[in-house]
């Protein structure tokens, strides 16, 4: 058999990436193809992508090409003096602010596929929409084993709080949950207060019940930035938690998680900013010294390392700089081709 070739005409739309996942969650990086973002911050860019490149997300994330739980990341010119490198994060509804499994897998692609050269690989500075990021990068062999990376700044907002969905939670209408940021903001609730558990023959009724928490909590809960970014004001995903008893790997694992996100997106990996904003809770309730590790597993059984490095003030509110560990693998790379007359390939989404 001969070796296939064919060159798209030159009015199609010709996109290349690289594909990785961290934890089992995708992460598709374009390398060529994606217009030039307009603005001087990352934040602005992130505006003009959501404004006037957003039918490339829909093409790239959504089905044909991808499908409703896609995660995407466009790497962009650094903004600052000394940053090395500067990403936004794509998905099924939208351009995210920070995502932890998205840092760990673009410095894995980064450094492996000669995509930047970072002045140092293990202080790598990464500028995010919600702040700068700085990563590490454990190299043995020439290959990339692991990424550690210093979060934003992240934050408890209120603890215990309560917000009524009906059918959801076991033996009551109210849902009690914490509300804390990790580069995004997140709901946290018990898995065993709602009648989960978190396995992934489960994945309709965590997804089901995430989205309707969510969207109760977004509609009787401001999340608002103390940094005054109001870009940054909105619930971005429900996180359910469990004790873990029992764990057949080598590590010990202090609990699981599943987060809901975007719209009805279900994360496999732990999610880098989710267990960023839960050790800032767990810290701010006293749970959770400094220094000292909290290991949590995914729906899938991947882990991240996550631990407080040093307590910060964020606006009048108080935190913490978390660090989180985690690995990536590539998986291959991909040329997409948007054909103009093809009205189904600018993407659609069957759940």
């Known amino acids: 058999m001969n070796e296939p070739r064919y060159e798209p005409p030159p009015d199609w739309t010709r996109i290349r990436t690289i594909e990785a996942h961290t934890g089992g969650e995708p992460l598709r990086v374009i390398v060529s193809g994606f217009p030039v973002l307009r603005g001087d911050t ?19 994330m959504w089905e044909p090409r991808g499908h409703a739980d896609m995660y995407g990341a466009l790497p962009v010119a650094a903004v600052t003096d000394d940053g090395d490198i500067g990403v936004l994060f794509l998905h099924n509804e939208g351009w ?113 019940k995430g989205r309707a ?26 996180i359910f938690l469990a004790p873990v008893t029992a764990w057949p790997g080598a590590e010990p694992v202090d609990e699981r998680n599943v987060c809901v996100f975007a719209e009805g997106e279900l994360d496999r990996s732990p999610t880098g900013t989710g ?24 729906v899938l059984g991947s882990v991240f390392a996550v631990r407080c490095l040093e307590s910060v003030a964020i606006g009048q509110r108080f935190g913490v700089v978390p660090e989180v560990t985690g690995s990536a693998f590539l998986t291959g790379t991909s040329e997409f081709w948007l054909d103009p007359e093809d009205a189904l390939g600018a993407g659609f989404l069957v759940r």
């Not at 990352?42 to 790239?60: F, S, V």
């Not at 140092?120 to 995010?128: A, F, L, V």
């Not at 928490?213 to 429900?238: K, M, S, W």
């Not at 267990?275 to 995914?298: D, E, F, I, N, Y």
Request: hydrophobic share 45%.
């Open 213 to 238: 928490i969510q969207a109760a909590i977004a509609r009787e809960h401001a999340c608002v930035h103390p940094t005054g970014e109001p870009d940054l004001n909105f619930l971005y995903g429900v």
């Open 96 to 208: 995210s602010t920070m995502c932890g499994h998205g840092i760990i897998a673009l410095v894995k692609v980064g450094l492996e596929c000669g995509l930047f050269e970072p002045r140092d690989p293990t202080d790598i500075r990464i500028d995010t929409p919600a702040g700068r990021v700085v990563a590490a990068a454990r190299i043995v062999d020439g290959r990339v084993r692991s990424v550690s990376f210093r979060n934003v700044p992240s934050f408890l907002v209120s603890a215990d709080a309560c917000v009524r969905v009906p059918g959801v939670a076991v033996g009551s209408d109210d849902v009690r949950f914490d509300l804390a940021f990790g580069g995004a903001f997140y709901a946290y609730v018990e898995a065993t207060s709602v009648g989960l558990d978190l396995t992934p023959d489960n994945a309709g009724a965590i997804i089901a």
């Open 42 to 60: 990352i934040l602005a860019q992130r505006r003009d992508a959501r404004e006037n490149h957003d039918a490339l997300r829909k093409a790239l």
């Open 275 to 298: 267990v960023s904003g839960r050790v800032a809770a767990l810290h701010a309730k006293g749970r959770l010294p400094l220094g000292r590790t909290l290991r949590v597993a995914s």
